[in-house]
């Protein structure tokens, strides 16, 4: 990741035969090769670059979308709320542009497994490339399948819906869980909500929590230390239950 002064930032995958062609100048991909993390790199024309490993909250805010992305700041939560971690199997419904499904397959590690539904080829597609450029692809099992006939899986003890008619899929969801698991939903208006609430209370699910993650930056000037002009507020409501036996 290379960045400017400004907070301009470049996330590129180094290739010696390759360059970053930017208004400010041209860097050659094999002059950075080797080089330790934190250095500052300059362009042909002489201006300066920091030049440091992406996290992997830098590699999702630069996913290539074709519809929204669930943001970090929802993320993070998540992966906690669902008890995500090395070697936990996990399903989700909604492959989209594939942000979460990065997440998940970064949190469950090598040993882990996610299996991604979607029914759009073009989003799967995507996804895939998503992965493959942050060496993720290994850990992901893409399904371009309706759900409307079920998951495969069984027996999942962590499991996530990023659908806008999550309601209609309870039954498919509960029968591919643990009894314990947990049920993760992400909907972005009130109505969905009051919809998704309402089915549950028909559902053999559990102790349900409805939440939402606000986030507020500051400037980080020591002396006029407020916060940023614009705040990235109500992204989506997250929804989560236990599956339970009846």
């Given at each position: 990741?290379?960045?400017?002064?400004?907070?301009?930032?470049?996330?590129?995958?180094?290739?010696?035969?390759?360059?970053?062609?930017?208004?400010?100048?041209?860097?050659?991909?094999?002059?950075?090769?080797?080089?330790?993390?934190?250095?500052?790199?300059?362009?042909?024309?002489?201006?300066?670059?920091?030049?440091?490993?992406?996290?992997?909250?830098?590699?999702?805010?630069?996913?290539?979308?074709?519809?929204?992305?669930?943001?970090?700041?929802?993320?993070?939560?998540?992966?906690?709320?669902?008890?995500?971690?090395?070697?936990?199997?996990?399903?989700?419904?909604?492959t989209g542009s594939g942000a979460l499904t990065t997440a998940f397959a970064w949190a469950?590690?090598?040993?882990?497994?996610?299996?991604?539904?979607?029914?759009?080829?073009?989003?799967?597609?995507?996804?895939?490339?998503?992965?493959?450029?942050?060496?993720?692809?290994?850990?992901?099992?893409?399904?371009?399948?309706?759900?409307?006939?079920?998951?495969?899986?069984?027996?999942?003890?962590?499991?996530?819906?990023?659908?806008?008619?999550?309601?209609?899929?309870?039954?498919?969801?509960?029968?591919?869980?643990?009894?314990?698991?947990?049920?993760?939903?992400?909907?972005?208006?009130?109505?969905?909500?009051?919809?998704?609430?309402?089915?549950?209370?028909?559902?053999?699910?559990?102790?349900?929590?409805?939440?939402?993650?606000?986030?507020?930056?500051?400037?980080?000037?020591?002396?006029?230390?407020?916060?940023?002009?614009?705040?990235?507020?109500?992204?989506?409501?997250?929804?989560?239950?236990?599956?339970?036996?009846?």
């Open positions: 990741m290379l960045i400017e002064k400004n907070g301009k930032q470049f996330i590129i995958q180094l290739d010696p035969d390759q360059r970053l062609q930017t208004h400010r100048g041209v860097l050659e991909h094999r002059d950075l090769i080797g080089l330790e993390w934190g250095q500052k790199v300059s362009t042909h024309m002489g201006h300066d670059f920091l030049m440091l490993q992406p996290s992997m909250r830098d590699l999702l805010l630069h996913t290539k979308r074709l519809s929204q992305i669930i943001y970090p700041k929802e993320i993070g939560y998540i992966l906690l709320r669902l008890s995500i971690g090395p070697g936990t199997p996990v399903v989700e419904a909604g469950v590690g090598p040993r882990g497994t996610v299996y991604s539904y979607d029914r759009r080829q073009d989003m799967l597609e995507l996804a895939a490339r998503n992965l493959e450029r942050v060496g993720l692809r290994d850990r992901v099992e893409l399904n371009h399948l309706d759900i409307e006939a079920g998951f495969s899986e069984r027996g999942i003890g962590s499991l996530f819906l990023d659908l806008p008619h999550a309601h209609r899929y309870l039954r498919q969801a509960h029968a591919a869980m643990a009894n314990g698991g947990i049920l993760g939903v992400i909907l972005p208006t009130v109505n969905q909500v009051s919809r998704f609430l309402s089915e549950l209370e028909g559902a053999l699910f559990a102790l349900p929590e409805v939440c939402e993650i606000m986030l507020r930056f500051y400037k980080p000037n020591p002396q006029r230390l407020r916060p940023t002009d614009r705040m990235v507020a109500h992204t989506g409501y997250l929804l989560f239950a236990r599956a339970v036996s009846g």
